[in-house]
C-alpha cells in the first residue's frame, strides 16, 4: 500500500491547491463576466490535478472545491492529547482500523478549546478540559499520507480528564492508553509516529514551549 509521497507528487499537490486558491480568491473580487469564467475554469484544472494523484474521483475533487466560499484559507484541526500517568490516549479508527489520537476538524463558531473538549468527548467518552497548545503543525511538514485536499493547520491540545468514561463512538471502535514504547500502529492520515514522540517530549518537560512549524 502507498504510504508516502514522491517529491514531484507533493509539488502536483501544492501546484493544484494553488491554482483552487487562486481561482476562489478571483472569484471573490472580480466583476468581470468573462473573468469569472476563467476562473472557474482554473478551478476545474485543479480539481482534475488533484484528482489524479489523489485516491479521489475527480467529481468529488470538484464538488469538494465547490463547497469554499470566501478567501480561500487554511483549515484548522484539532487533537487532544490527554495523559494518564506515563500513558497518552489513543483510539482505533473505524473507517482504517490504526490508531490516532482523538481529534477533528474544527466547526465554524466554535474555539480551539471547545473543539478539542467536544472531540475527544465524543471519540472517548471522556469529559476533559483544555489546559495547553503544545504544538501548531502545518499537514503538509509532515509525513501525512494520503494528501488533503485543503491546507490545514493541526493544533495538538493537552487536556486533563475531569470525568466520563471510555466508550466507544461511531468513528471509534477502541480506547486506550499506551506508554511511548508501545506506540501501536497509526492512522498516519491523521498522525504520525514524530508527532507522537513530540507530545511525550512535552510530558517529560512541561516547560517546553509550544512547537511552532
Not at 151 to 163: N, Y
Not at 170 to 199: G, Y
Request: proline fraction near 4%.
Amino acid at each position: 500500500m502507498k504510504n508516502e509521497m514522491k517529491k514531484g507528487e507533493n509539488n502536483l499537490i501544492k501546484w493544484a491547491r494553488d491554482l483552487h486558491s487562486i481561482s476562489k480568491n478571483g472569484l471573490l473580487y472580480t466583476k468581470n463576466s468573462y473573468d469569472h469564467e476563467r476562473y472557474n475554469k482554473i478551478s476545474n484544472i485543479a480539481s482534475e490535478m488533484y484528482a489524479n494523484i489523489s485516491n479521489y474521483e475527480p467529481s468529488m475533487v470538484k464538488e469538494l472545491f465547490n463547497t469554499e466560499i470566501g478567501y480561500n484559507t487554511p483549515k484548522v484541526e484539532s487533537r487532544g492529547v490527554v495523559f494518564k500517568g506515563n500513558s497518552m490516549l489513543f483510539v482505533r479508527e473505524n473507517d482504517d482500523g490504526l490508531w490516532s489520537i482523538p481529534g477533528g476538524m474544527v466547526d465554524q463558531n466554535e474555539t480551539p478549546r471547545q473543539a478539542v473538549e467536544r472531540e475527544v468527548k465524543e471519540e472517548t467518552g471522556y469529559h476533559v478540559k483544555a489546559e495547553k497548545l503544545l504544538a501548531l503543525m502545518d499537514r503538509d511538514s509532515h509525513s501525512h499520507y494520503p494528501p488533503h485536499p485543503f491546507s490545514v493547520f493541526k493544533l495538538f491540545i493537552r487536556c486533563k480528564i475531569i470525568g466520563g468514561k471510555a466508550r466507544k463512538s461511531f468513528e471509534t471502535d477502541e480506547i486506550k492508553f499506551f506508554k511511548e514504547d508501545e506506540i501501536p500502529e497509526l492512522s498516519i492520515s491523521r498522525i504520525t509516529e514524530h508527532q507522537i514522540k513530540k507530545m511525550f517530549e512535552h510530558l517529560n518537560n512541561l516547560t517546553l514551549p509550544t512547537d511552532l512549524d
